[in-house]
């Protein structure tokens, strides 16, 4: 099973970029879902994190700005981020809990950068 994320990149403040993350393998469904991120220094914080039934949770520096969704058909889940800020620069972590045929895993994708800089 494989967790990979995409859609990282470097954009001017105010600007957007939409990251994406998709479970592959022999994955039966997927059960939360969610973003997270890690600046240089700093402890990896949560960005936004989905559920089942898309019921969501936001970090409170991102309440407004970002939205994240999900496609349990496809187990695939996005984040479009409006109105970045340079304080939103780290690396983006996708994770979600997954359910193979011997239960429930957690699962971690290998990051990808977001740089938001003039």
């Known amino acids: 099973v494989q967790l990979q994320a995409s859609g990282g990149g470097l954009v001017q403040p105010g600007g957007s970029l939409r990251l994406s993350c998709t479970a592959s393998?022999?994955?039966?469904?997927?059960?939360?879902m969610g973003w997270y991120r890690q600046a240089p220094g700093k402890e990896r914080e949560l960005v936004a994190r989905?559920?089942?039934?898309?019921?969501?949770n936001y970090g409170d520096s991102v309440k407004g700005r970002f939205t994240i969704s999900r496609d349990n058909a496809k187990n695939t889940m996005a984040l479009q981020m409006n109105s970045l800020k340079p304080e939103d620069t780290a690396l983006y972590y996708c994770?979600?809990?997954?359910?193979?045929?011997?239960?429930?895993?957690?699962?971690w994708g290998q990051g990808t950068q977001v740089t938001v800089s003039s």
């Open positions: 393998g022999s994955v039966l469904s997927s059960d939360v």
């Open positions: 989905i559920g089942v039934g898309s019921s969501t």
């Open positions: 994770y979600a809990r997954l359910r193979r045929s011997d239960g429930l895993h957690d699962y």
